[in-house]
């Protein structure tokens, strides 16, 4: 939704609209990992998934406190070379994008702060790996941080997306006031995920097409 304010002409946005955008809180950013190893660089009888938590008592939304690994690699051996293992490391919503702001990603700043932030997710991977495991021998290491999400995934902050909780509040509809707009994505009903951000297109494509409509297009395509 914030990302479509910006797009919009200011003299057609009304301003019980953009306040609204503006005041809607915002999840953190992410911390990711990918990294491509040798097999026989892990354990044994090594699971596709993996949590990591520090501390209990912090909660699954304490920062850095929480780290998911998967390996993907290890149901389907197509999604690697032979031999080799691909993995995705990340912290679940949880990197605070003030950390990051206003940083320019080519300085030794920005490399000291990616080292530094990285370093729970490196731990993780090492616990969930297991002793053969080594950094060191990864073929492919690379790093990203909120200030990745926002470039190549133009995410406003680097943001998950809304942060409205269950019984507090609900996501907005498709429908905005401004006439023939409607907005489908993970800022509104019914939320955050793959799923959802799908059912939130389709509910937009409902509302302009009939259901019976639908239908005789499918029919017409051979679906």
């Not at 998967?70 to 293992?85: E, M, Q, T, W």
């Not at 498709?174 to 994505?185: E, K, S, Y």
């Not at 302009?208 to 017409?220: I, T």
């Amino acid at each position: 939704m914030w990302d479509t304010l910006d797009l919009l002409p200011p003299d057609v946005v009304p301003k019980s609209y953009e306040d609204k955008v503006k005041a809607t809180p915002q999840c953190d950013s992410f911390m990711h990992l990918h990294l491509g190893f040798d097999v026989e660089n892990a354990r044994e009888g090594l699971g596709v998934h993996h949590i990591v938590v520090d501390d209990w008592n912090k909660g699954v939304d304490g920062e850095q406190n929480v780290v998911l690994i998967s390996v993907p690699s290890v149901l389907s051996k197509d999604l690697a070379p032979p031999g080799k293992h691909t993995l995705h490391a990340y912290t679940p919503g949880t990197e605070p994008f003030r950390l990051w702001e206003g940083m320019d990603r080519k300085s030794a700043d920005y490399r000291r702060l990616k080292e530094e932030r990285s370093e729970v997710m490196w731990k993780a991977v090492e616990a969930a790996l297991g002793p053969k495991f080594s950094r060191e021998k990864c073929d492919v290491k690379l790093v990203g941080t909120p200030l990745t999400h926002k470039r190549f995934l133009r995410r406003n902050r680097g943001t998950y997306g809304p942060a409205i909780k269950a019984g507090e509040a609900t996501f907005p509809g498709q429908a905005t006031p401004i006439p023939q707009l409607f907005c489908c994505g993970d800022s509104t009903f019914p939320g955050i995920g793959v799923p959802a951000v799908a059912a939130s297109g389709a509910i937009v494509a409902n509302t302009l097409v009939s259901v019976s409509q639908h239908s005789e297009l499918l029919d017409a395509v051979g679906i």
